[in-house]
């Protein structure tokens, strides 16, 4: 929707209102006409530094700075491999799969192997889709740490595990899961014909 301008006797109207009206809070924004004849911002003033004794722990916020979008986003915008009618179905969590792994518990390095193993005898064996359970991932990282900790190993690695040889040759698509069948914690892979 796009939104029109106000008319200066619209504006007009509008103050005399605000200026019959009470005020409940005080104002956290300035009146629309002091906003409107603003016709540059102002520079922004840097912010101060904070004092620091040696030994305190440090109570100011982590801003964040990851590059990468978020691994939801990436699998949605993923190009579609596999017939659309067949995709929906399967994101409602109408299809059900016909075999299942589950990592939970298990390290990187057990993990990979037992995924790769997995996905190739299940395609193997003629299954077309399969749910691969990574869990969402405990919450780690304490107050005052600084060094940064991404949370869910598992669930991060294995999307991309599924990209490389040798199991990507076998792969359609891989899609997070309906709740029903894991949600955020575990993933849809839809396997290609074995020929």
């Not at 722990?57 to 801003?63: C, D, H, I, L």
Request: proline share 7%; no cysteine; glycine share 8%.
């Amino acid at each position: 929707m796009v939104r029109r301008r106000l008319k200066p006797e619209e504006l007009d109207l509008w103050n005399q209102v605000a200026r019959t009206a009470e005020r409940l809070n005080p104002p956290a924004r300035e009146p629309i006409a002091d906003v409107m004849a603003k016709k540059k911002p102002k520079a922004a003033e840097p912010k101060p530094i904070a004092s620091f004794t040696l030994g305190a722990v440090s109570t100011a916020t982590r801003e964040v700075h990851d590059v990468l979008p978020e691994l939801r986003d990436r699998l949605r915008s993923a190009a579609l491999q596999m017939d659309a009618k067949s995709y929906k179905t399967m994101q409602r969590g109408k299809i059900k799969p016909e075999g299942r792994i589950d990592l939970h518990g298990m390290s990187v390095a057990e993990a990979h192997p037992a995924l790769i193993s997995f996905i190739l005898m299940s395609q193997a064996s003629g299954k077309r889709l399969v749910l691969v359970i990574t869990g969402k991932g405990g919450k780690r990282g304490e107050p005052g740490t600084f060094t940064p900790q991404r949370m869910g190993a598992l669930k991060r690695q294995v999307p991309m595990w599924l990209t490389m040889s040798p199991v990507s040759s076998a792969i359609l698509q891989v899609t997070e899961s309906h709740i029903r069948h894991g949600g955020a914690g575990a993933y849809y892979v839809y396997l290609r014909r074995a020929r």
